[in-house]
């Protein structure tokens, strides 16, 4: 296994839309969900709409066919593979829920290209019905207390900081973060020199990093598409791979970089693993 770890955003980085915004307006929820917003946190709301769904008879199929149709580009797809071919270690952190994530990627056979899933909880309970739980406990602050923009359910920051404590022991790796979202900033201030920040411009995150460029450690290549994402991340990954002396040149691209368990328990909740 290479040195690098390759951390992926799911909605509008792996794919090109909000998976939560894609199931309610799929299922023509969306009145009641803008209705309900303003009232509870998004995590709740959207085990919410997952009740009422199922109230009004939509099934688990329903939700599923639902979700493959979300858009997730070839060359997205394409990068995940070949970085996982060049021997990467894939794992994703996303503030939308397990059931979700491994619906889409299990349709487009990439379940098994990840190592581990970090996400809210998502599964079906004991009357069919989808059921979506907080990452990090919303009634205990201790479990989050994170003052940069993190939804109240999920501190990506606490993430990368237990998966850079496990590196440790693993010797010397590096990590490439991918996102797009208010959440992703955190992640990014603690990422370390020789790791790579890869914002998608003109999205939240970017607008956050931007602004302050000089708070993050980590090299800064934006990214506006999936083009851009596959061809900015293959070639970060084959700086890294090069820089460990192990691996001779192995990608060839003109390019010019533009740096600027499924239910939570305690604090810290388990990594959702994927089975190999």
């Not at 085990?47 to 199929?61: F, N, V």
């Not at 003052?147 to 990506?156: A, E, I, L």
């Not at 060839?252 to 970089?257: E, G, L, Q």
Request: hydrophobic fraction near 40%; glycine fraction near 6%.
């Amino acid at each position: 296994m290479a040195g690098v770890i390759v951390i992926f955003d799911f909605d509008k980085t792996i794919i090109d839309c909000d998976s939560d915004n894609w199931v309610v307006d799929g299922l023509g929820a969306t009145a009641l969900f803008e209705e309900l917003l303003p009232t509870m946190p998004w995590n709740s709301l959207m085990d919410r709409m997952m009740s009422e769904l199922h109230s009004q008879g939509k099934t688990i199929e329903d939700i599923v066919d639902c979700l493959r149709t979300a858009p997730l580009h070839p060359q997205v797809i394409s990068a995940i593979k070949t970085a996982h071919a060049l021997g990467c270690e894939l794992r994703i952190v996303s503030d939308a829920n397990y059931f979700f994530i491994e619906t889409i990627l299990k349709h487009h056979g990439l379940f098994d290209y990840f190592s581990e899933i970090n996400t809210n909880p998502g599964f079906v309970d004991e009357e069919g019905k989808l059921r979506i739980q907080p990452y990090h406990d919303l009634f205990n602050s201790a479990s989050h207390g994170c003052t940069n923009p993190c939804p109240p359910n999920m501190c990506k920051g606490l993430i990368i900081k237990r998966i850079q404590d496990a590196m440790l022991s693993e010797g010397k790796k590096r990590i490439i973060y991918l996102g797009d979202g208010k959440g992703d900033y955190c992640p990014s201030l603690k990422l370390g020199e020789g790791d790579f920040m890869m914002p998608r411009k003109n999205y939240p995150v970017w607008e956050l990093i931007t602004s302050n460029p000089l708070l993050l450690k980590a090299e800064i290549h934006g990214w506006s598409n999936a083009e851009e994402l596959e061809k900015v991340l293959l070639k970060l990954i084959n700086i890294l791979l090069s820089a460990d002396k192990k691996t001779p040149e192995l990608l060839s691209m003109d390019w010019k970089f533009q740096p600027v368990s499924r239910l939570p328990h305690e604090a810290f909740p388990q990594v959702l693993r994927v089975p190999n």
